[in-house]
């Protein structure tokens, strides 16, 4: 699960610069929000969860 | 349930009308703050000076030395024509001496402010020590003031090493200071769309070779002190369990590889600063003193190491319900935070590499830019608390002026006031928001606020360059490589906003998967975290072999232990 959070934080960076290959500035816009969520996603939605599964305060 | 919900009312409604407020004035002020100033009617045209001939300069004479040797207490007569250095004393001075004079004083000037701000910069860790150690308890304070002490040191030989090479190996060009011409070694590939994206420098290492230059030299101290504060910051967020061994290595990484790769791609002529060149999004990602380069690379390797650390023993109850753990010293928590403010002053400014020449002279403004932005933040931050929670809390207060600061260090050099206080209040905001957000729901312990204050309004800082740039900037007529002035959403440039994002996209994405990887390697070699008995005696014996307190007894509320030292 680490390592796919980790794979999905990459996949966002690779969807936000895939932007410039869009003329328009609003597809833009849209492309690089969306990468940088997904980018987001990876790190404090997969990754995160992966490590409270585990939490010391669990045990 | 009613006074809840009462508060709550209170909350939203003031909130709202602060909002209101500054969106209604908002367009009034930019548009006020963005007229520049006219010439006045019927200004007379200079005629054209006359040339400088030998038989000028021969013609100039300044006091002599008899008049000198009676002193100079108005010092009217100290520096004239005989302090230019002449480059051949049988001809005289020259107007080569002369042209090349005006020359080095320009980047005399240049040098001194550089490596003075530098120094500020470099005085910021005495900041950052005061403001961790202080939000931490007392049985941990020699472990996290060592931290703080010695990233300096192991990250400025990192840095030395490898780091300040990779990351400004390939800079030449860079006319304030000289020109740095020997840095002028960066690998590049072949990018998107067949364009040339910079991935690294190599000419710089151990400072040796053709790098042991004058300007190389106010280039290095310069990064470094920068460097420094992205690693001090990782050491904040991993307080109170983190071995000092693995702190050492993991610092040692960041300062030799990960911090200067982002450097080099934003700072070193790298991908991101060649966005508006290669792609015509604005002027490529502006990062004017470090928002992303700096403080979001710091506050997401602190969110790195903080998840593989995981919490602190007693943070979370078996519920996932966060229980406080106060600070020992709230008043150094405070002075510390000056400390960083006055450092600041140092930061930003000093980010103009000069204070002569290309624009630079917008240094006031870019500190009164830096100084606003921290006042805003503190306020706000000031307000949440006490509106949500009825007092005026202190740490959060300490926590919303650095926000602010965080947040303005990247547009300091584009915004005007008005788009100063405006980052700095949100990012107030902000702060307080993202510290509940790490804490409450994503159970990501960070003792100090690191995290939200370095990694989410650092965030905020990068993006905001992306909407409140004002195009006035006129640092030498273009910024990477792009003419023009830097000009966000709001004045007319949304593709500046799209190279900001991509800057963003970049730390969450790159960075901070990096730096993930790097401390799970650590963790997975010696061990990053203590083990329990260590944790709950406090960090300081264990790790350090001294207590931080040696005279007074230690007493942990809400764990009921304390540690009893006998007074010799």
Not at chain 2, 29 to 34: C, F, K, N, T, V
Request: hydrophobic share 50%; net charge neutral.
């Amino acid at each position: 699960m680490k390592v796919l959070g980790l794979l999905v934080c990459v996949l966002g960076w690779l969807i936000a610069v895939s932007c410039v290959e869009f003329s328009s500035v609003g597809v833009q816009l849209v492309v690089v929000v969306l990468g940088f969520l997904v980018a987001g996603f990876g790190a404090l939605g997969i990754l995160n969860s992966a490590h409270i599964r585990d939490a010391i305060w669990k045990s | 349930m009613l006074v809840t919900i009462n508060r709550w009312r209170r909350v939203v409604s003031v909130l709202g009308a602060v909002l209101w407020l500054s969106l209604g004035a908002l367009p009034v002020a930019l548009a006020q703050a963005q007229q520049p100033a006219g010439a006045p009617p019927g200004a007379a045209t200079a005629p054209a000076p006359a040339a400088i001939t030998p038989a000028d300069l021969k013609a100039v004479s300044g006091p002599s030395a008899e008049t000198l040797g009676k002193g100079d207490p108005g010092g009217a007569l100290t520096g004239s024509v005989g302090d230019v250095v002449v480059s051949d004393p049988k001809a005289g001075l020259s107007l080569a001496d002369l042209v090349n004079q005006v020359g080095q004083n320009r980047i005399a000037v240049n040098f001194v402010w550089t490596l003075i701000t530098g120094y500020l910069v470099m005085f910021m860790q005495a900041g950052f020590a005061a403001v961790e150690t202080g939000l931490c308890r007392a049985k941990n304070a020699n472990h996290t003031m060592m931290m703080n002490f010695m990233v300096y040191g192991f990250g400025l030989f990192a840095y030395w090493v490898m780091g300040f090479a990779i990351q400004q190996g390939g800079s030449a060009g860079i006319s304030s200071l000289g020109g740095l011409n020997p840095l002028s070694s960066e690998f590049s590939i072949t990018g998107l769309g067949g364009k040339s994206w910079g991935l690294f420098g190599y000419k710089g290492f151990f400072l040796s070779g053709s790098s042991y230059d004058v300007g190389v030299m106010v280039m290095f101290l310069f990064q470094m002190v920068f460097m420094d504060t992205a690693a001090t910051i990782v050491t904040g967020a991993a307080a109170e369990r983190w071995k000092f061994a693995a702190f050492a290595i993991s610092s040692v990484f960041l300062a030799a590889i990960t911090y200067p790769l982002y450097g080099n791609w934003a700072w070193g002529g790298g991908w991101l600063s060649a966005l508006g060149t290669n792609y015509k999004l604005g002027h490529g990602y502006c990062d004017f003193a470090g928002s992303g380069v700096v403080h979001t690379v710091g506050g997401l390797s602190a969110l790195a190491v903080s998840m593989i650390l995981g919490p602190r023993i007693g943070k979370y109850n078996r519920n996932g319900s966060p229980n406080p753990m106060p600070g020992h010293d709230i008043t150094m928590v405070l002075i510390g935070c000056f400390i960083l403010a006055f450092g600041w002053f140092g930061f930003n400014p000093g980010s103009t590499l000069g204070a002569s020449g290309n624009g630079a002279l917008r240094i006031g403004a870019i500190a009164v830019n830096t100084m606003l932005a921290g006042c805003t933040g503190s306020i706000a931050a000031l307000l949440y608390m006490w509106i949500r929670f009825g007092k005026p809390d202190a740490s959060m207060a300490g926590n919303g002026l650095l926000a602010g600061l965080v947040a303005i260090t990247a547009p300091s050099g584009f915004v005007n006031t008005v788009g100063a206080a405006i980052i700095g209040f949100a990012a107030g905001m902000l702060v307080c928001l993202s510290v509940e957000f790490f804490e409450r729901v994503l159970k990501v312990d960070d003792p100090v606020g690191a995290i939200s204050v370095h990694g989410t309004c650092g965030l905020w800082g990068v993006i905001s360059v992306g909407l409140f740039a004002d195009g006035t900037s006129n640092y030498g007529g273009s910024w990477n490589g792009v003419n023009g002035s830097v000009t966000g959403l709001f004045y007319g440039d949304p593709g500046q906003l799209v190279a900001q994002l991509i800057g963003c996209a970049t730390l969450v994405g790159i960075v901070f998967t990096l730096s993930y990887l790097f401390n799970w390697l650590i963790d997975a070699l010696v061990g990053q975290r203590v083990g329990a008995a260590s944790e709950l005696e406090g960090l300081d014996l264990p790790e350090m072999g001294a207590l931080g307190y040696p005279e007074f007894q230690l007493v942990t509320p809400g764990l009921g232990r304390s540690v009893e030292i006998a007074a010799d």
